[in-house]
């Protein structure tokens, strides 16, 4: 076969890899059922515009520690591609500065020389190269020490669970009548640190809200302690950084800063039972409290599962299913319906519910401010 | 002819002393053991230092000495035999070749059986703390490497009292009892984790 | 008997002395048929096996990737089930960190190494046969679970307690452990071999600042397989305790560590990814010089960086544990210490950039892919870099910035160079040039298509995309990214498809090469290509490290080498050994010949794993056996190999 002809096959096989392949996987594996793009809506988008377009990125920072280590990050980046351009320069001048000869026939002789020994190259790339590294390491150290202590005295204490694929969230205190527990959603006062203990109730997880701070692994048999500060009041998107197991994909959560005083309300409406439902609501609690109270516990009723998220005020956390869904009709009720086809291999098995009964705990669910 | 080089002088031929290749590769089996067991080491410290309930680490209290000290004194022993018929044969002393390889290779059997019954006698199992998990794999990687030294010193009786070696040529012996000596030596560092740091304060 | 009794002058003639040849050829051919296939000690063969063994995991190990590409080229998307991902992506790593990026390496330096150091073969050539077939058999292993549904899918490093039997019930991670045990055995005894060779084997003459950087950079390699592979076989078999004995190594439960684990493992791995680089590292500091024209500058720098690289990524392991809570003064110990650790690699950069800016560049293939890597080395290392700062790297780790950092490192450090190299050694193997037009356009589809796929990672790492997720929703600022990622690494892929097809068609009839079709300096290209089974017929004697140029480079007065006159040692298989530092002959060694015993060992060890693996201990128990009469069989003392007293053989 000629060398065209081998190219043009080369070529075709290009074009249609794409789309061969991409039917032939869907044929072989798809089993799943199709979920409409619109139902699963992930986020969300923010107050904040500089992450509006990615909630994840760290090249903006909106607390106090990522602030402190933003300058850094982007001086290493300005190093490294200052080198890439440099070297690549240098290459592309060494092979065009001499003209280049073309391809010899092989076996013909070219001569061999060694002219100027050229390790003046070495010594002084090498050498420029230490000095900008070790310049690297002390600013590296200069901003390690002022990300290990917190500005000021934390006055908020979180304990935070992970598990798969979801976070518990506790509020701790020397008054045992002011701790609650939510899930997936961690609300702090803006301006002020915050002390988390982080623990795991299961296989290594790792906390990380970029746009507050870096990555804390979550290690089963210890508890790791960070401190965090937002700057002001503001939606920030974390996610778990540490491969988990099959749902570690979608195990987001929200952290929200308020206003010191909006904060305080939040807390207090947190640590109240949810007002008595009634109607309709009130047989969803029932129905609740036998299919879903062997798992999830709501403040002041029967419901005191421990092995899913509190759901005591549900209706004010803006995502479900750890940052998955929106919280809002019709995500709730098919969330409920149908965890394994949201989030396949998700600890909540589907329960075994009429569509009557889906309508009555939904309802219940709705009057969980 | 430009191209001729002077004659080297004579040679000597096959696996001599130092010279055999296998000799060589035997140096580099000792450090990849010493490393596993360095790793093996590592880990009983690293688990060691971490908070523990009082008395499991090590489970029961230090482990006793009673067997495990004479039985040191027993692989040391068989040290002395192995490099005694080393010594033999570089003299040119098959019978002190093969008696030495024989005290060794029984010498080897008596530590085995021995730490057969230190085992029997421990309270615990594998499988009942992180201390018992640590205790048993790592005498147990010990006695492997014993029993693989006990086979080949037997092989190396064997050829010896076949008569295959001789004052020149006895790479094989030099090549096993180097093994062996490892083996000895590195007990020496198992024994003085598990037996002798608890007694020098490394308990809880 | 004495000492003297056991001598012999060996006698000296040159190359062309009539009926040498012929008569070495006898002495050395291997076995015709089946038989000598399988029983062969031949290093070019077991060589080449390497290679196309590892290439064919790489294939794969694309294949796997491609899959998974597919699923991550859209948000949202169903084309895997979050199980199969997290298989493929785990099966994809293992494959190509472990299956192909050693053994690769391995491949090439077992084919050259004996022609490089002017020897008749490696210094133990059944222990060179027995670690291609346990490589063969480990990968046997390992891709056996994965086709039964089984594959490991924790990550290729496999953390507890994900790992662990309480989260990982089926059999997907015992197989991953036992697998990783065995093929750590094929690798430890290869780097012996190599050790061992370097120390002894080489010509008479070739000290050790006379090596080519190949040899210091699988030498340094090996030795750090030496002292590294242990940590990650023993967290592997802690690991298999655990799960099937109850064991409480890693059991946060009961007194047990997860970061044990990750210790161990990392005190392994960060050192074997140094490891799979280095040799490649010294391929190109060999071949690019033959296209300058000139020596390497540097050499003795180069050589140094290389060690030193080393031993320094021995010192920088928990920098893959930086987010782990450990104490503050421990990690700015080892982030400076993995600033530090490109030090050594600037040298290389140096001496490369200075070899082709004082040289005369020769655009071959070769020359594109070897000059091309210092670019992609840099971009890796940079990142590298980047991460070695401990407050950034909790940014940037476990996104993709990290999977770009890690494919620039691999794909530009491991297998441009490994592409380069077979169009450079490709002659020498096989007596036929690889096409070189057709190389041209193997080197641009894999370099626009390696960087179109690679390069958009840097940025959706920045823009917080975490690694190993099965998908990803949208409205995160990532889609364009990835889809731009997807194409290229089908282009990248096609690019792969050329250079198979390059060697395939170039392997009937590519354009015949002779000796020394480059004209490069080192002893592979004195001999013929491919070179016969005894590599030279004389040995050579060696006075510089460009022995084949010394007649043009103006050198100081001083020896020259010589490779067409030296020792002839005929009596049956034989090499000369050589004195460690300056490689002064000390003994002439016997050499074995083919052996069924490696082959028959790999098998019985095999099946001890295999026992272990499904818990059936009297199959087990019996292929212990078997493996200990194999070893018997292996060593029992030969007169032909000059290991008893008799004196016929001398």
């Known amino acids: 076969m000629d060398r065209t002809a081998l190219l043009d096959v080369a070529e075709e096989r290009k074009h249609t890899s794409w789309a061969l392949g991409a039917r032939a996987v869907h044929l072989l594996f798809s089993k799943q059922k199709c979920i409409s793009t619109a139902s699963v809506l992930a986020p969300v988008t923010w107050a904040l515009p500089a992450h509006a377009q990615a909630p994840l990125n760290y090249l903006t920072s909106h607390g106090t520690k990522a602030d402190r280590v933003l300058a850094l990050t982007w001086g290493v980046m300005f190093v490294s591609v200052a080198v890439v351009l440099v070297i690549a320069f ?40 230490s000095t900008v590294l070790l310049a ?19 006055g908020v204490t979180i304990e935070i669970t992970a598990r798969q694929w979801w976070w518990q969230v506790r509020y701790l205190s020397d008054d045992s009548s002011r701790i609650f527990a939510t899930a997936n959603e961690i609300h702090i006062p803006a301006g002020q640190p915050v002390l988390l203990h982080l623990i795991s109730g299961d296989v290594i997880h790792s906390f990380w809200v970029p746009a507050l701070s870096g990555k804390t692994d979550v290690i089963p048999g210890q508890t790791n302690e960070i401190w965090l500060q937002a700057n002001g009041p503001g939606i920030y998107r974390g996610q778990c950084a540490e491969y988990c197991g099959l749902e570690h994909a979608r195990m987001a959560f929200l952290v929200v800063a308020q206003t010191p005083a909006d904060f305080q309300h939040w807390r207090q409406n947190q640590l109240q039972s949810p007002s008595q439902p009634a109607g309709i609501a009130e047989l969803g609690m029932a129905d609740f409290n036998t299919h879903c109270g062997g798992c999830h516990a709501v403040r002041g009723t029967d419901a005191n599962g421990v092995l899913g998220p509190d759901l005591s005020h549900l209706m004010q956390r803006h995502t479900l299913a750890a940052g998955v869904l929106t919280n809002d009709n019709p995500n709730l009720l098919n969330w409920i319906r149908d965890p394994q086809g949201i989030k396949p291999g998700a600890m909540m098995q589907a329960p075994e519910l009429s569509s009557a009964e889906l309508a009555r705990i939904d309802a219940y669910l709705k009057t969980l401010r | 002819m430009s ?15 130092t010279r055999a290749s296998g000799w060589w590769a035997m140096i580099f089996v000792v450090f990849t053991e010493a490393a596993l067991f360095a790793y093996l080491l590592f880990s009983y410290f690293y688990l060691a230092v971490q908070p523990h309930m009082p008395g499991t680490f090590p489970e029961s209290g230090p482990p006793s000495l009673a067997l495990a000290l004479p039985n040191t004194v027993i692989l040391l022993a068989s040290s002395v035999a192995v490099g005694w018929a080393q010594l033999g044969i570089q003299r040119g002393s098959q019978a002190r070749l093969v008696l030495g390889l024989a005290v060794g290779t029984l010498l ?48 190396l009786l064997l050829w010896s009292a076949l008569g295959y070696f001789n004052r020149v040529r006895y790479a094989h012996i030099h090549i096993g009892a180097l093994y062996w000596h490892f083996v000895d030596a590195v007990w020496l560092a198992v024994f003085f984790t598990f037996y002798l740091t608890p007694l020098l304060g490394m308990a809880s | 008997m004495t000492i003297a009794d056991y001598e012999r002058a060996p006698s000296v003639a040159t190359r062309d002395e009539a009926g040498l040849a012929d008569e070495l050829q006898e002495i050395w051919k291997a076995e015709p048929g089946i038989g000598g296939w399988l029983s062969t000690v031949d290093h070019k063969q077991i060589g080449i096996r390497y290679i196309v063994t590892a290439f064919a995991f790489l294939i794969a190990g694309g294949v796997e990737a491609l899959i998974f590409r597919l699923q991550l080229a859209r948000p949202n998307e169903h084309l895997l089930t979050p199980e199969q991902y997290n298989q493929l992506f785990t099966v994809h790593g293992m494959t190509m960190i472990f299956l192909y990026a050693g053994p690769v390496l391995s491949g090439f330096s077992n084919y050259l190494w004996p022609l490089l150091l002017g020897a008749r073969d490696m210094a133990l050539p059944r222990l060179n046969a027995l670690s291609y077939w346990l490589y063969l058999c480990a990968g046997v292993f390992l891709y056996v679970a994965f086709a039964m549904g089984f594959g490991p899918n924790d990550g290729w490093f496999n953390y507890v307690p994900y790992a662990a039997r309480a989260y990982n019930g089926g059999p997907n991670i015992d197989f991953y452990s036992l697998g990783m045990i065995l093929l750590g055995i094929s690798t430890t005894v290869g780097s012996i071999n190599f050790v061992v060779t370097f120390l002894r084997m080489r010509a008479p003459g070739m000290s050790i600042n006379r090596v080519p950087i190949l040899i210091w950079g699988t030498l340094t390699a090996s030795a750090a397989n030496i002292f590294a592979i242990p940590a990650a076989s023993l967290a592997f078999f802690l690991l298999w305790m655990d799960r099937n004995f109850a064991t409480h190594f890693f059991d946060t439960q009961s007194g047990g560590q997860a970061l044990l684990w990750q210790h161990l493992f990392w005190m392994f791995g960060h050192p074997w990814v140094y490891a799979i680089v280095l040799p490649a590292m010294g391929m190109v500091s060999d071949g690019l010089p033959v296209f300058c024209r000139r020596p390497l500058v540097g050499y003795t720098a180069v050589a140094l960086a290389t060690v030193a690289t080393m031993v320094l990524g021995f010192g920088v392991w928990v920098h893959h544990m930086f987010a782990t809570g450990l104490p503050s003064i421990s990690l700015s110990f080892f982030s400076a210490a993995s600033i530090i650790i490109a030090v050594p690699s600037a040298v290389g950069v140096f001496a490369w950039l200075a070899t082709i800016a004082t040289g005369k560049p020769v655009f071959t293939a070769p020359f594109l892919f070897f000059a091309s890597f210092i670019v992609l080395f840099t971009i890796g290392g940079v990142s590298g870099y980047m991460t070695g700062s401990l407050p950034v790297d909790l940014q940037l780790t476990d996104t993709y910035f990290v999977v770009a950092h890690i494919h620039y490192v691999l794909i530009g450090i491991n297998v441009f160079p490994v592409v380069g190299a077979v169009y450079f050694w490709f002659p020498k193997f096989t007596g036929r040039m690889l096409d070189e037009k057709l190389g041209r356009w193997n080197f641009w589809t894999m370099f626009v298509g390696f960087n179109l796929g690679f390069f958009p990672m840097h940025i959706s790492g920045l823009l917080g995309m975490p690694r190993r997720v099965y998908t990803y929703a949208e409205g995160m600022g990532w889609d364009w990214l990835n889809m731009i990622t997807t194409i290229g690494s089908f282009v990248f892929a096609v690019g792969v498809l050329l250079f198979i097809v390059n060697v395939v068609v170039s392997y009937r009839r590519g354009r015949i090469a002779g000796d020394n079709p480059w004209d490069a300096p080192t002893l592979e290209w004195a001999t013929s290509s491919p070179p016969p089974p005894y590599n030279f017929v004389v040995i050579p004697t060696v006075a510089s490290r460009h022995p084949l140029w010394e007649d043009r480079l103006e050198e100081p007065e001083g020896e020259k080498s010589h490779v067409g006159a030296g020792l002839v040692l005929d009596h049956g298989r034989e090499a000369i050994g050589t004195t460690a530092l300056d490689a002064q002959p000390d003994i002439i060694l016997k050499m074995p010949g083919d052996s069924y015993a490696p082959l028959l060992l790999a098998l019985s060890a095999t099946a001890i794993f295999v026992g272990l693996l499904t818990h059936l201990w009297w199959l087990a128990g019996m292929a212990a056996v078997c493996t200990g009469a194999a070893v018997l069989v292996w060593l029992w003392p030969e007169t032909a190999l000059g290991e008893t007293a008799e004196t016929a053989d001398v």
């Open chain 1, 90 to 129: 240098l290459l592309v001048w060494s092979i065009w500065w001499r003209p280049g000869l073309s391809a010899p026939a092989p076996g013909s002789k070219l001569a061999v020389e060694r002219p100027q020994s050229g390790l003046n190259w070495i010594w002084i790339g090498v050498g420029i190269s």
């Open chain 1, 136 to 154: 690297s390491i002390v600013w590296t150290v200069i901003v390690l020490a002022q990300t290990t202590n917190p500005p000021s005295r934390p």
């Open chain 2, 3 to 17: 191209d001729r080089i002077a004659i080297q002088g004579k040679l000597p031929v096959g696996a001599i002393d």
């Open chain 2, 108 to 155: 080897g059997i008596v530590f085995l059986v021995v730490q057969y019954f230190e085992w029997a006698a421990k309270p615990f199992n594998i499988d009942t703390s992180t201390y018992a998990s640590l205790y048993f794999t790592i005498t147990g990687f010990h006695m492997a490497h014993v029993v693989i030294g006990v086979l080949m010193l037997a092989a």
